[in-house]
């Protein structure tokens, strides 16, 4: 009887944070693009999600009226890590065909080497998830009502997710309220909303405005003729608080990392994922070094602008 009135509850919970998400897209005028879709059956994975849109043409419905619509699935897992004694919980969403990157959690929520090693979401037993986030499995949501947002160390939507929102304005993912009703909405958009609301929302610190680091040293080689003036392979960064040894950062996005500890001596000791050394990706890239470099070189900064 207990596990019934705790279903009823949390679909009773569901309804009004869904309630008050509307009210607020009304009240702020955000005039977003939403449809709200109700299952002919429960589900639980992405892939019986994909069978009834296939069988009962869902998406074809809705692109009946909106030709320019595209549509995917927000997976959202709760990933749980040991700090100190205790049982932590960042909720993490992502595209329907990704794997939550546990070493982009890492980077971006600062874990140290033992803490990341205990990311885990397969040990997560129903009782504690229904507790932690108020749903149940197959209707895990960034859509949380606030209080909840107290157990969770945040809720991370993934890179890999926000850029094809971003590159998609059109394309509405389906977040679930419960197995059998979904919010359908643009990724991006939410998180923005969200973000407004909570500053537990967080995504890739590039898109953000700014990545958290600082350079502990500086190892630089000048060079020429290879379409950017200096190399940083080799230098040390600190990104939320951990440090790395850094690879030449991309142009694009990304620098390669290899993060360390240090012995009371302040040797550097690399990690190891099991024959080869520990790397991560950092969302910082070369433009945002060598604006660092040259702001705290003059000599430099002096000598690329004539």
Known sequence: MKAVVEVEN?????VRTLDSLLQE????RLNLVYEIVDYPSETITCREKFVLWEEHKITEKIRSSHPEYRFDIAKSLL???QKGNQNQYILACTLSSKKV???ELRVEFGLSREEAESLAYKNIDEADLLSITGSRRGEITPLLAEEKLDNLEGVYFTRDLMIDA???PTKLYDFPLTLQRSLFVNAATVFYFL????SKYTTSSDLQGGAPFEVIQWKVKKVTNAGYPYIFTGSEVSFRGQEYLIKNPRQDHGCIALPFSRTKQGAKVFENHGSKTQRVLLPINYGVVLKSYLHT???AWIENRI
């Open 101 to 103: 990157d546990f070493n």
């Open 166 to 168: 971003m590159n998609n």
């Open 10 to 14: 949390t679909i009773a919970a569901e």
């Open 25 to 28: 897209f009304e009240r702020q």
């Open 195 to 198: 973000q407004r609301r909570n």
């Open 297 to 299: 070189h003059l000599d």
């Open 79 to 81: 990933v749980q890590f």
